[in-house]
């Protein structure tokens, strides 16, 4: 386990999606989890779900010995929700804090999922992968980051959190002289996110039959459980200093903000 890992029930929490996932793990053993993918009213379900987790745990709030939140990128009213309720918790319970990226948390679930699909991957003694989290932005655009494994399972960041031209970012990954074994793309890869994917895979200009076969899509939505492996892989890198300080991670302004921003900037 990391280093400055907490030992203990830690209750973990994401919201920055249509999933409403908690969890309460110790180490890595998941001792409870709940998840909700209906109509996005995080705001009302997840104190709730939260309370019945830990009933169901047999645990006090007074038991936790740690919180962890996911911090996006994703919905914005759904980030907000996570990371305030997160907060809180830490604050009033004084517990150590640890703040995770969503979109990790997606890569490394799509990641064990492709594993677990052996008919699915085929690829599977191959000796590297890029793994490409992707989460619908809208207008072509997509929350995404790059990560790479290795043949001996070591996880590495190649690419920040960003929200992107979806198309264009694949087609600049798969064009890289020096590529993977294997791309995993995971996420809302068979819904909105779709037909952008078709257009890179099927453009010939773009990709070579080879590309399109060590190119797997891999459809998975954010866990609670993942949020808290990141977290244990991370440990105390993943810490939050001052619990106050922690803001959720847009990686843009919202347009509303865009715009007065930008009305600001006009009368100065």
């Known amino acids: 386990m990391r280093e400055g890992y907490p030992e203990g029930p830690m209750l973990v929490l994401d919201t920055s999606t249509q999933m409403l996932t908690v969890a309460v793990v110790d180490g890595d053993r998941v001792l409870g989890e709940f998840a909700s993918a209906e109509e996005r009213n995080h705001s009302v379900r997840l104190l709730p779900a939260i309370e019945a987790l830990m009933r169901s745990c047999g645990l006090q709030p007074r038991d936790l010995c740690a919180v962890a939140s996911g911090c ?22 004084g517990l150590p804090l640890y703040a995770v990226s969503t979109l990790e948390a997606l890569a490394l679930s799509g990641w064990q999922a492709a594993l677990q699909s052996p008919d699915r991957y085929a690829h599977k003694h191959r000796t590297s992968a890029w793994v490409v989290p992707a989460l619908d932005g809208r207008r072509g655009q997509a929350y995404t980051a790059l990560f ?25 990954w798969i064009k890289k002289s020096e590529q993977p074994d294997i791309i995993v793309i995971a996420g809302e890869v068979e819904e909105s996110l779709r037909p952008v994917i078709d257009a890179v895979t099927l453009a010939p200009q773009v990709s070579s039959s080879e590309d399109i ?14 949020i808290a492996a990141v977290a244990r892989r991370h440990g105390s890198a993943l810490r939050v200093q001052d619990v106050h300080e922690l803001l959720p991670n847009y990686t843009q302004l919202a347009e509303a903000e865009a715009k007065w921003l930008a009305g600001q900037r006009a009368h100065e």
């Open 148 to 172: 790479a494994v290795d043949a001996s399972g070591v996880w590495q960041r190649l690419q920040a959190d960003a929200i992107v031209p979806f198309q264009m970012q694949l087609e600049q």
């Open 213 to 226: 076969s060590r190119l797997i899509r891999q459809p998975v939505m954010v866990s609670a459980r993942d």
């Open 72 to 93: 996006g990128p994703g919905s914005y009213t759904g980030v907000r929700i996570g990371v305030t309720v997160a907060k809180t918790f830490a604050w009033s319970l």
